[in-house]
């Protein structure tokens, strides 16, 4: 392992304000959601809710995952083959753009592929050589990621899991999700489907999960809303195939996946519970695609979406 600490001590946690809007007929925007896109390289975009105005923050050749820090750090941290990144952005009247790019923590012969942003943005989680789930400690950058858990199978997608005080993972061959409490604790089973894709904690409900998964049969892929044992929605997108599926800071919006007449994923936001879904992008190969968290503190247990009002569809 290795840890660049004097660069990590003044990159991590920044806590900049959300800067004001540009002046008219700037080339600034507010940032709603990012995405990444694979052309001859791996591209990192931000762009406004419509995905008409955009900003490229970084680009390398090789594949990478991403996930935003909550509320206003302005951060993103980034997978890319054995290195764990953390690139810091800024939002002013000039534009929006990419200020560093630290590595924080480097795996030596293995790999680090999925990663979560605690809901404080103090600690990342993520999964390493696809075997380990592993925590690192922003607040901490001298110390090394500690070992949650292991799985001889498969250690998959993570997601912070009641309101940052557990982690849930996908493991044992992409079919079940655990959930771990601490480092070390005994895995917890919690559900068992056919080929779980991805999952995506509930802002609001620290006992729910999304889950996209994908059945053989006419029914295909979808998100489906989990919580408590079961299933409580089983498609939030409607009745469309859904690949994959991931919340806004309040639970009130769902960005998806879903394949279009020739195959292609093409992205949708919808307004939750039952709202309309609206294009996003048909650009081809967008992947990692998810809101930048937005609302306030105070909205991240405002309980303001009640998951059981969901009729599925």
């Known amino acids: 392992m290795k840890l660049h600490s004097l660069c ?9 304000a959300p800067a004001p809007a540009g002046k008219p007929g700037s080339t600034t925007f507010e940032p709603e959601l990012a995405y990444t896109l694979l052309t001859g390289s791996t591209e990192l975009h931000l762009t406004d809710a419509t995905g008409a105005k955009s900003a490229t923050l970084y680009s390398v050749r090789q594949n990478i995952r991403i996930d935003l820090a909550p509320r206003a750090q302005h951060q993103i941290a980034i997978s890319e083959l054995n290195t764990l990144k953390l690139l810091t952005y800024s939002v002013d009247s000039s534009g929006v753009r990419t200020v560093s790019v630290v590595p924080i923590y480097n795996a030596g012969s293995e790999q680090i592929t999925f990663l979560d942003f605690s809901p404080d943005g103090s600690k990342i989680a993520f999964s390493q050589n696809f075997k380990k789930l592993m925590v690192i400690d922003l607040t901490n950058p001298s110390a090394p990621p500690v070992l949650w858990a292991t799985d001889p199978d498969y250690v998959g997608n993570v997601a912070w899991y009641k309101g940052g ?5 996908i493991g044992s ?7 771990v409490s601490a480092p070390g604790a005994p895995p917890v089973h919690l559900l068992h489907d056919t080929q779980i ?21 006419p029914q295909g892929p979808r998100a489906a809303l989990w919580k408590s044992g079961g299933y409580v929605n089983d498609s939030l997108a409607g009745n469309v195939f859904t690949d994959f599926a991931s919340l806004n800071c309040d639970d009130s919006k769902l960005v998806y996946g879903t394949p279009d007449t020739k195959g292609q994923l093409i992205w949708y936001i919808r307004s939750l519970p039952s709202g309309p879904s609206t294009l996003y992008t048909k650009t081809l190969r967008v992947r990692n ?11 991240q247990t405002n309980g303001a979406f009640d998951f059981r009002e969901v009729p599925p569809k």
């Open 8 to 16: 990590v001590a003044t990159a991590l946690l920044a806590t900049a």
């Open 165 to 169: 005080s557990a982690i849930a993972y």
């Open 173 to 179: 061959g992409s079919s079940d999700v655990f959930e």
């Open 197 to 217: 894709d991805q999952i995506d904690a509930s802002r609001t409900d620290p006992d729910a999960l999304v889950v996209t998964y994908n059945r053989v049969g």
């Open 289 to 299: 695609t998810q809101f930048v968290p937005t609302c306030a503190a105070a909205a």
